[in-house]
């Protein structure tokens, strides 16, 4: 069973939408999740995420985690087309040598 | 600029033939993974290094093999016990396992059967 799932799969909206994307998680010793962005090529790292209820934000985009419940969200206000990417979340738990947990990704793709 | 280079972008593998793939970084980061990425399979883990000369297996290493004789580098090789190998590679370091640094990643080497 996946520990770290995210939804949607994917997702098409039009430029200056906002979005949320969600990944929710199952771990018994929580170190920090990380959102990463995919384009073409490499995963680019946007966001560790350690403490509940505290937003970590640049420009477009944040993020925040929710430890209680188990999940975190990544918004993307006023979207581009150049948001277009697979959005990659990954758990890292305490224990696992600094080991990554990922989820399948979510597609999104902004239309002009 | 500090950065992970992987080589070669595209590879092509005979039946019955071993291929390496080359994983290098100027970041001097102690930790070092391989990832093998699938069409709506997200990232799992191959191998993963936390030191020079000592390497673990992730979560599917049948049909891949090691090394980390360098710090900088940490090659993979797929052998031909590797029956289904076409995917995107990914390799990725880190500063280590005490440090709770992301991961960066280099631009992944995508390998297909001839």
């Known amino acids: 069973e996946d520990k770290v799932v995210q939804s949607p799969l994917s997702l098409v909206v039009h430029e200056g939408d906002t979005v949320t994307l969600n990944c929710s998680y199952e771990?018994?010793?929580?170190?920090?999740l990380l959102w990463y962005k995919q384009e073409k090529k490499a995963p680019t790292f946007l966001f560790m995420l350690?403490?509940?209820?505290i937003e970590k934000k640049s420009g477009r985009l944040s993020s925040i985690l929710d430890k209680k419940e188990l999940f975190s969200i990544l918004n993307i206000t006023a979207t581009q087309t150049g948001d277009s990417a697979i959005y990659l979340c990954?758990?890292?738990?305490?224990?696992?040598?600094?080991?990554?947990?990922f989820g399948k990704g979510t597609k999104l793709s902004v239309k002009p | 600029d500090g950065g992970i280079t992987q080589s070669p972008k595209y590879l092509f593998r005979k039946e019955g033939q071993n291929v390496t793939l080359s994983c290098e970084q100027n970041?001097?980061?102690?930790?070092m993974y391989w990832y093998r990425q699938d069409p709506g399979q997200g990232l799992r883990l191959i191998y993963y290094?936390?030191?020079?000369?000592?390497?673990q297996k992730g979560d599917i290493a049948e049909g891949y093999s090691v090394s980390r004789e360098k710090k900088e580098s940490f090659p993979l090789t797929v052998t031909s016990a590797q029956k289904n190998p076409t995917a995107f590679y990914l390799c990725?370091?880190?500063?280590?396992?005490?440090?709770?640094?992301?991961?960066?990643f280099g631009d992944g080497t995508r390998l297909s059967i001839l």
């Open positions: 290094s936390q030191i020079v000369n000592d390497f």
């Open positions: 970041l001097n980061h102690d930790a």
């Open positions: 771990v018994t010793n929580f170190r920090s």
């Open positions: 350690t403490s509940s209820g």
């Open positions: 990725a370091s880190s500063r280590g396992k005490y440090s709770n640094q992301p991961q960066h």
């Open positions: 990954a758990m890292s738990e305490g224990g696992s040598q600094g080991n990554l947990i």
